[in-house]
Nanobody
Framework: QVQLVESGGGLVQAGGSLRLSCAAS????????MGWFRQAPGKEREFVAF????????FYADSVKGRFTISRDNAKNTVYLQMNSLKPEDTAVYYC??????????????????????WGQGTQVTVSS
C-alpha cells in the first residue's frame, strides 16, 4: 500500500514563499512519476506541476509557470513544490499524487485527476493580500 503525506502548508502574505513536501512510503517511489494538484473552495481539483521519475522532465500549469518549481529526491522518497511570489489566487488545498502514465513528450504528460492512482490527504495553503 502506498501512502503519500504532504506537509509545509500554512498562511503566508502575498509575495511570500512556501515549500511543500510529499513523503512517500514504499520501495517503488523512484519508479513512478509525481504530480501536484490543488483545489480551491467551490472549484474542481486542478493540475499544478509534474515531474517524471528521474527529474528529466517537468511541466507546469500556465498559472504557476515561472513561480513554482517541482523537484524530487528519490533517496528520500520525497517530492517538493517550491512556491515563490505567491498570490491570493494560489490559496487552495495542495495534493501530491502518483502516476505511471508518462511516455515522453511535452504534449503527453498526465494532467488529469483520473490519470493518477494514489493521492495524499492534502495540505492547506492560504495567501493573504
Amino acid at each position: 500500500q502506498v501512502q503519500l503525506v504532504e506537509s509545509g502548508g500554512g498562511l503566508v502574505q502575498a509575495g511570500g514563499s512556501l515549500r511543500l513536501s510529499c513523503a512517500a512510503s514504499g520501495r517503488t517511489f523512484s519508479s513512478y512519476h509525481m504530480g501536484w494538484f490543488r483545489q480551491a473552495p467551490g472549484k474542481e481539483r486542478e493540475f499544478v506541476a509534474f515531474i517524471n521519475w528521474n527529474s528529466a522532465s517537468t511541466f507546469y500549469a500556465d498559472s504557476v509557470k515561472g513561480r513554482f518549481t517541482i523537484s524530487r529526491d528519490n533517496a528520500k522518497n520525497t517530492v517538493y513544490l517550491q512556491m515563490n511570489s505567491l498570490k491570493p489566487e494560489d490559496t487552495a488545498v495542495y495534493y501530491c499524487a502518483r502516476t505511471a502514465l508518462f511516455f515522453g513528450g511535452s504534449a503527453n504528460y498526465p494532467r488529469r485527476v483520473d490519470e493518477y492512482d494514489y493521492w495524499g490527504q492534502g495540505t492547506q495553503v492560504t495567501v493573504s493580500s
